[in-house]
Protein backbone atom coordinates (compact mmCIF):
# COMPACT_ATOMS: atom_id res chain seq x y z
CA UNK A 1 0.00 0.00 0.00
CA UNK A 2 2.63 2.60 0.92
CA UNK A 3 4.44 1.68 -2.62
CA UNK A 4 0.87 2.23 -4.22
CA UNK A 5 0.74 5.86 -2.71
CA UNK A 6 4.39 6.53 -3.64
CA UNK A 7 3.57 5.42 -7.48
CA UNK A 8 0.52 7.67 -7.27
CA UNK A 9 -1.90 4.90 -7.60
CA UNK A 10 -4.09 6.15 -5.10
CA UNK A 11 -7.00 3.76 -6.09
CA UNK A 12 -4.65 0.38 -5.31
CA UNK A 13 -3.22 2.28 -1.86
CA UNK A 14 -7.00 3.00 0.11
CA UNK A 15 -8.36 -0.45 -1.78
CA UNK A 16 -4.85 -2.13 -0.51
CA UNK A 17 -5.66 -0.79 2.83
CA UNK A 18 -9.14 -1.32 3.24
CA UNK A 19 -8.87 -4.88 2.12
CA UNK A 20 -6.26 -5.74 4.57
CA UNK A 21 -7.95 -4.02 7.44
CA UNK A 22 -11.27 -5.84 6.48
CA UNK A 23 -10.73 -8.94 4.33
CA UNK A 24 -7.13 -10.07 5.41
CA UNK A 25 -6.21 -12.01 2.84
CA UNK A 26 -3.15 -14.65 3.07
CA UNK A 27 -0.42 -13.17 1.18
CA UNK A 28 3.32 -14.60 0.98
CA UNK A 29 5.95 -12.72 3.12
CA UNK A 30 8.77 -14.63 0.91
CA UNK A 31 10.14 -11.54 0.03
CA UNK A 32 8.83 -9.34 2.76
CA UNK A 33 12.47 -8.47 4.30
CA UNK A 34 13.71 -7.50 0.45
CA UNK A 35 10.49 -5.43 -0.15
CA UNK A 36 10.79 -3.67 2.80
CA UNK A 37 14.65 -2.48 2.10
CA UNK A 38 13.87 -1.36 -1.12
CA UNK A 39 10.67 0.62 -0.15
CA UNK A 40 12.89 2.15 2.58
CA UNK A 41 15.47 2.82 -0.31
CA UNK A 42 13.15 4.70 -2.22
CA UNK A 43 11.57 6.89 0.19
CA UNK A 44 14.75 7.76 0.99
CA UNK A 45 15.82 8.60 -2.81
CA UNK A 46 12.63 11.22 -3.06
CA UNK A 47 13.79 12.50 0.18
CA UNK A 48 11.55 14.62 2.93
CA UNK A 49 10.08 17.12 0.88
CA UNK A 50 8.76 14.65 -1.36
CA UNK A 51 7.49 12.51 1.56
CA UNK A 52 5.26 15.61 2.87
CA UNK A 53 3.75 16.24 -0.64
CA UNK A 54 2.40 12.50 -0.28
CA UNK A 55 1.02 12.75 2.77
CA UNK A 56 -0.46 16.50 2.42
CA UNK A 57 -4.18 15.84 1.99
CA UNK A 58 -3.91 12.82 4.65
CA UNK A 59 -2.75 15.86 7.16
CA UNK A 60 -5.16 18.06 6.37
CA UNK A 61 -7.65 15.36 7.34
CA UNK A 62 -6.09 13.78 10.54
CA UNK A 63 -5.00 16.95 12.17
CA UNK A 64 -8.07 18.61 13.39
CA UNK A 65 -9.63 14.93 13.83
CA UNK A 66 -6.64 14.36 16.10
CA UNK A 67 -7.12 17.53 18.33
CA UNK A 68 -11.25 16.66 18.68
CA UNK A 69 -10.91 13.68 19.34
CA UNK A 70 -7.79 14.09 22.34
CA UNK A 71 -9.43 17.35 23.61
CA UNK A 72 -11.23 15.09 26.26
CA UNK A 73 -7.86 14.01 27.90
CA UNK A 74 -9.15 10.31 28.21
CA UNK A 75 -6.81 7.60 26.58
CA UNK A 76 -7.35 4.23 25.52
CA UNK A 77 -4.24 1.78 25.36
CA UNK A 78 -2.68 -0.21 22.53
CA UNK A 79 -0.67 -2.83 23.70
CA UNK A 80 1.44 -5.51 22.40
CA UNK A 81 4.33 -7.97 23.48
CA UNK A 82 7.40 -8.56 21.38
CA UNK A 83 10.37 -11.11 22.64
CA UNK A 84 14.00 -11.67 21.45
CA UNK A 85 15.83 -14.41 22.59
CA UNK A 86 18.88 -12.63 22.08
CA UNK A 87 20.53 -9.20 23.25
CA UNK A 88 19.23 -7.25 26.59
CA UNK A 89 16.88 -4.86 27.35
CA UNK A 90 19.40 -1.92 28.28
CA UNK A 91 21.43 -2.89 25.36
CA UNK A 92 18.44 -2.25 23.03
CA UNK A 93 16.99 0.87 24.62
CA UNK A 94 20.34 2.45 23.91
CA UNK A 95 20.75 0.98 20.99
CA UNK A 96 17.39 2.53 20.07
CA UNK A 97 18.06 5.94 21.83
CA UNK A 98 21.45 6.04 19.81
CA UNK A 99 19.49 5.53 16.35
CA UNK A 100 17.55 8.78 17.45
CA UNK A 101 20.38 10.95 18.67
CA UNK A 102 22.04 10.08 15.30
CA UNK A 103 19.10 11.11 13.13
CA UNK A 104 18.91 7.89 11.75
CA UNK A 105 16.50 8.31 9.06
CA UNK A 106 16.60 5.08 7.65
CA UNK A 107 16.65 2.91 10.34
CA UNK A 108 13.76 4.67 11.18
CA UNK A 109 11.98 4.18 7.86
CA UNK A 110 12.73 0.74 7.04
CA UNK A 111 11.46 -0.50 10.34
CA UNK A 112 7.60 -0.38 9.02
CA UNK A 113 6.25 0.49 5.25
CA UNK A 114 3.52 2.99 7.52
CA UNK A 115 6.33 5.12 8.30
CA UNK A 116 7.15 8.41 5.66
CA UNK A 117 9.08 10.60 8.21
CA UNK A 118 11.12 10.25 11.51
CA UNK A 119 13.55 12.87 11.67
CA UNK A 120 14.95 14.28 15.11
CA UNK A 121 14.25 17.85 15.81
CA UNK A 122 15.98 18.39 19.17
CA UNK A 123 17.35 16.14 22.15
CA UNK A 124 14.81 13.19 22.36
CA UNK A 125 12.62 14.78 20.29
CA UNK A 126 11.18 13.31 17.22
CA UNK A 127 8.64 14.33 14.12
CA UNK A 128 6.98 11.65 12.97
CA UNK A 129 4.78 11.38 10.16
CA UNK A 130 3.03 7.64 9.38
CA UNK A 131 0.13 5.61 9.50
CA UNK A 132 -1.46 4.13 12.89
CA UNK A 133 -2.80 0.96 12.57
CA UNK A 134 -5.80 1.16 11.11
CA UNK A 135 -5.80 4.74 10.70
CA UNK A 136 -5.54 4.21 6.54
CA UNK A 137 -4.56 8.20 6.41
CA UNK A 138 -0.80 9.18 8.06
CA UNK A 139 -0.72 11.49 10.84
CA UNK A 140 2.17 13.98 11.96
CA UNK A 141 3.24 14.18 15.26
CA UNK A 142 6.25 14.86 17.65
CA UNK A 143 6.85 12.21 20.45
CA UNK A 144 8.96 14.13 23.17
CA UNK A 145 10.96 11.49 25.04
CA UNK A 146 11.97 14.03 28.02
CA UNK A 147 8.54 14.99 29.09
CA UNK A 148 6.97 11.63 30.71
CA UNK A 149 4.87 13.21 33.47
CA UNK A 150 1.34 11.96 34.04
CA UNK A 151 1.52 9.65 31.18
CA UNK A 152 -1.65 7.61 30.99
CA UNK A 153 0.70 4.24 30.51
CA UNK A 154 1.67 3.08 34.11
CA UNK A 155 5.34 2.15 34.63
CA UNK A 156 5.93 -1.45 35.14
CA UNK A 157 8.84 -1.74 37.62
CA UNK A 158 9.27 -5.30 36.60
CA UNK A 159 10.22 -3.74 33.05
CA UNK A 160 12.99 -1.35 34.11
CA UNK A 161 14.55 -0.46 30.68
CA UNK A 162 11.83 2.10 28.95
CA UNK A 163 11.50 4.67 26.56
CA UNK A 164 8.40 7.21 26.87
CA UNK A 165 7.03 10.49 25.90
CA UNK A 166 4.08 12.56 24.87
CA UNK A 167 3.43 12.90 21.31
CA UNK A 168 1.90 16.24 20.45
CA UNK A 169 0.81 18.17 17.34
CA UNK A 170 3.00 20.78 15.37
CA UNK A 171 0.36 23.54 17.83
CA UNK A 172 1.74 21.68 20.98
CA UNK A 173 -1.47 19.73 21.83
CA UNK A 174 -1.25 16.24 23.50
CA UNK A 175 -2.61 13.73 21.43
CA UNK A 176 -1.33 10.61 22.47
CA UNK A 177 1.45 9.13 23.78
CA UNK A 178 3.97 6.10 24.15
CA UNK A 179 5.48 3.92 27.14
CA UNK A 180 7.35 1.11 25.78
CA UNK A 181 9.03 -1.06 28.85
CA UNK A 182 11.81 -3.94 28.70
CA UNK A 183 13.19 -6.28 30.66
CA UNK A 184 15.71 -9.17 30.95
CA UNK A 185 14.55 -13.23 30.48
CA UNK A 186 16.07 -15.29 32.84
CA UNK A 187 16.58 -17.63 30.04
CA UNK A 188 18.47 -15.29 28.23
CA UNK A 189 16.94 -12.37 25.63
CA UNK A 190 14.76 -10.06 26.53
CA UNK A 191 10.65 -8.88 26.17
CA UNK A 192 9.00 -5.60 25.67
CA UNK A 193 5.82 -4.60 26.80
CA UNK A 194 4.96 -2.20 23.88
CA UNK A 195 2.05 0.04 24.70
CA UNK A 196 0.59 3.26 23.03
CA UNK A 197 -2.17 5.77 24.01
CA UNK A 198 -4.79 7.11 21.47
CA UNK A 199 -7.13 9.44 22.51
CA UNK A 200 -10.26 7.80 23.95
CA UNK A 201 -12.66 8.13 20.76
CA UNK A 202 -10.94 6.95 17.89
CA UNK A 203 -12.61 3.97 15.94
CA UNK A 204 -11.86 0.68 18.05
CA UNK A 205 -9.91 -0.50 14.96
CA UNK A 206 -7.10 2.09 15.84
CA UNK A 207 -6.21 0.16 18.80
CA UNK A 208 -6.85 -2.97 17.70
CA UNK A 209 -4.85 -2.99 14.80
CA UNK A 210 -2.18 -0.75 16.10
CA UNK A 211 -0.66 -4.03 17.82
CA UNK A 212 0.40 -5.58 14.01
CA UNK A 213 2.76 -1.70 13.18
CA UNK A 214 4.18 -2.01 16.58
CA UNK A 215 5.11 -5.92 16.47
CA UNK A 216 6.48 -5.16 12.97
CA UNK A 217 8.47 -1.93 13.59
CA UNK A 218 10.01 -3.30 16.95
CA UNK A 219 10.52 -6.80 15.66
CA UNK A 220 12.53 -4.85 12.52
CA UNK A 221 14.55 -2.70 15.44
CA UNK A 222 15.16 -5.73 17.49
CA UNK A 223 16.34 -7.43 14.32
CA UNK A 224 18.87 -4.56 13.35
CA UNK A 225 20.42 -4.35 17.19
CA UNK A 226 21.12 -8.02 17.61
CA UNK A 227 21.97 -8.56 13.80
CA UNK A 228 24.56 -5.04 13.05
CA UNK A 229 25.89 -4.84 10.18
Not at 66 to 93: E, K, L, M, N
Not at 194 to 218: K, N, Q, S, Y
Request: glycine share 6%; hydrophobic share 40%.
Amino acid sequence: MAAARIKGNVTGWLLGDLDALILRPALSTADVPRAREQLADVKMRLGEAEMRKLTTVDLDASNPLGVITAAPHQWAISHTTIQSDAGTADGFVNWFNHRIALNDVRSMLVACPDHYISRTTGPKRVEVIEETGGAIVASRFFINLAETDSLPIPVDPKYPARTAGWARNAHGTRIGAVRHQFRNDPEGGFTGELAVAFPAFVPPTFITEHRWHMACEFSNWITAYVTPS
